[in-house]
């Protein structure tokens, strides 16, 4: 890993910007290649999907809806053991986003003047499930139970075609798992595109909101249709920054960012540290543990790229500079008193505070939601929750002794707008009560 020493050198944000290792996700350039698709799915439906899926996943023939009986086949052929865990983590993620869902409210401003605020699901939800260099059932569990918290009615899921002709079996075993039976076998840009615009030979309704990671070509496709329905975010590559000091564990810190390595040769890893030993003890575990896991290669070229490093700083006020100027997906904090820094620390998508946080815990098991901001993007997003999927809407309520209070300031306003029918309709009410009052 490259080391960068930042000590004893005082940089603004955006100068930390520039400096810090990061991926990048121009989802721009990829905006001319996937807008035919999306084109060509909206033009002509299910003959497009065909043909894409037949053009990306050299698959042909298959069923885009999968059947029913496909679905609880792979919960019952899945591992018990899988099974279990999956329950598990459905439990604790349904607590953490339960608690998210914020109470309606009531103000009162006057005698018959109320304003209130409720929280509304929207009405249907696409979901994506990637299915490239890794099967996520976990994301699956992430995204439908926010969704299902917070009371969306209906939930569409989509994953690219595997090569025997369906959507990977531990991908519908979660989905059954998690109550989602409307799933398809589609991926790339086609399926945002299907979620967008709807499919209606195959039952594809259109949806309000798209969820879900991809790659850069789905990140465009998403970005293509904002506008027409929401989305969560243009996910990124996966990163990871841990902040350590010397009394952190080099074998934990390690293990962390390799763990989040491990997802795709892009992901970023990064180290900020005060302790020029901690820095060289970590490097040297990161190498053994390296040539040890399962991913090697995938994590040696994550590791050794231009988007992970070891930053040396100067103390912790420099730390937590570097911390909320990055904005780390996820921020890992592993120093003597990791609660108070985390404190003094604003951007991050997600804080994991002591030696026994890693992120992999948040992957799975936390009961937080692992579909994180990237890119720096934690600086104004956040992660999602069941507040993805939910709209305040304000409710006013008056009654005419109220509306009288108020009806004068409103009209001079109005008219300093150059806007005198607002003020009419209000005044109109108050003619008619006085036409009504004269009335023999």
């Known amino acids: 890993m490259q080391k960068i020493d930042l000590r004893g050198i005082w940089l603004s944000a955006a100068e930390l910007r520039a400096v810090v290792p990061r991926a990048t996700l121009d989802a721009t350039a990829a905006l001319g290649q996937v807008q035919p698709l999306l084109d060509a799915v909206k033009t002509q439906g299910a003959a497009a999907l065909y043909q ?6 050299g698959v042909t023939g298959h069923e885009l809806r999968v059947p029913q009986e496909q679905i ?21 993620v349904t607590a953490a986003s ?3 869902v914020p109470a309606a409210t009531t103000t009162v401003l006057a005698d018959g ?14 979901l994506y499930v990637p299915g490239g260099k890794a099967v996520y059932p976990s994301s699956v569990v992430m995204n439908a ?12 899921l989509v994953s690219p075609v595997q090569s025997h002709g369906s959507v990977d079996p531990t991908i519908l075993a979660a989905a059954a798992l998690c109550g989602v039976t409307e799933i398809y076998a589609i991926g790339g840009a086609g399926a945002i595109a299907a979620l967008a615009y709807g499919v209606p030979e195959i039952g594809l309704a259109p949806v309000d909101i798209i969820t879900g990671p991809g790659n850069i070509f789905v990140a465009a496709a998403k970005r293509a249709v904002t506008g027409l329905v929401g989305i969560d975010s243009e996910a990124g590559t996966t990163e990871i920054m841990v902040l350590a000091d010397a009394t952190a564990n080099p074998e934990f810190v390690a293990a962390d960012l390799v763990s989040q390595a491990e997802h795709d040769e892009a992901a970023a890893a990064v180290l900020v540290t005060d302790a020029p030993e901690l820095a060289d003890a970590v490097a040297a575990a990161v190498v053994r543990r ?9 994590v040696q070229t ?15 006020a420099q730390m937590i500079a570097v911390a909320d100027a990055y904005a780390a997906e996820h921020l890992a904090i592993q120093t003597a008193d990791a609660a108070k820094l985390a404190a003094a620390i604003s951007n991050a998508g997600a804080l994991f505070i002591g030696p026994h946080s890693p992120v992999s ?14 890119g720096g993007t934690g600086r104004f997003a956040a992660g999602l929750g069941a507040h993805t999927f939910l709209r305040p809407q304000q409710i006013i309520d008056y009654n005419a002794a109220a509306l009288q209070q108020v009806a004068a300031p409103l009209a001079t306003i109005a008219l300093a707008e150059g806007l005198p029918a607002h003020s009419e309709a209000v005044q109109t009410r108050f003619k008619a009560t006085r036409q009504e009052d004269s009335t023999p």
């Open 52 to 57: 894409q899926a037949e053009q990306f996943d």
């Open 72 to 92: 609880a086949d792979a919960l019952a052929a899945a591992d018990p053991q899988l099974i279990s865990a999956l329950q598990e983590m459905i439990r604790r």
């Open 98 to 100: 339960k608690a998210q």
């Open 113 to 126: 003047a109320t304003v209130s605020q409720r929280w509304q699901p929207v009405h249907r939800v696409g």
């Open 145 to 156: 139970v926010a969704a299902l918290t917070a009371g969306v009615r209906e939930l569409a």
């Open 290 to 298: 390296t040539a040890e896991t399962p991913h090697s290669a995938r």
């Open 302 to 316: 994550a590791l050794n790229g231009p988007q992970s490093g070891i930053i040396l700083v100067t103390d912790t």
């Open 361 to 374: 815990l948040g992957d799975y098991m936390a009961g937080s939601n692992h579909v994180l901001p990237t």
